[in-house]
């Protein structure tokens, strides 16, 4: 199996720590081995946010029936993908409002 190296790498707001805390740790272990790569090496590959929240790309993934979302500001410049929230999807984006 050939690894291929992310186009992108990752920074975390520092609210991310306690958001990953309060998910179960399989999930969290497929969030970090799977889906984060997944969105490093595309992170256009997601929902672009409207309205207050414009700019900010929203990843949707759903894990034993409980719908998650990654969200997060691309930097192409410096080829970073900012990660700002990672929860399940209630109040997500209300919580996202806050925080950012």
């Known amino acids: ?15 991310v720590k306690k958001d990953l805390k309060k998910i179960d740790k399989p999930i969290n272990l ?7 790569p997944k969105i490093l090496n595309d992170p256009y590959n997601s ?6 929240l414009t700019g900010i790309r929203s990843y949707h993934f ?3 029936n409980v719908n998650y979302r990654i969200s997060y ?12 929230m990672i929860r399940k ?3 997500f984006y209300k919580i ?3 925080r950012f």
């Open 1 to 15: 199996m050939k690894f291929l190296m992310p186009k992108f790498k990752d920074k975390y707001h520092p609210g």
């Open 30 to 36: 497929e969030i970090k081995n799977f889906y984060i």
């Open 47 to 52: 929902e672009e946010l409207k309205g207050d």
């Open 62 to 64: 759903k894990q034993d």
């Open 73 to 84: 500001l691309i930097y192409d410049t410096e080829n970073i993908v900012y990660i700002l």
């Open 89 to 91: 999807r209630e109040n």
């Open 96 to 98: 996202l409002r806050r």
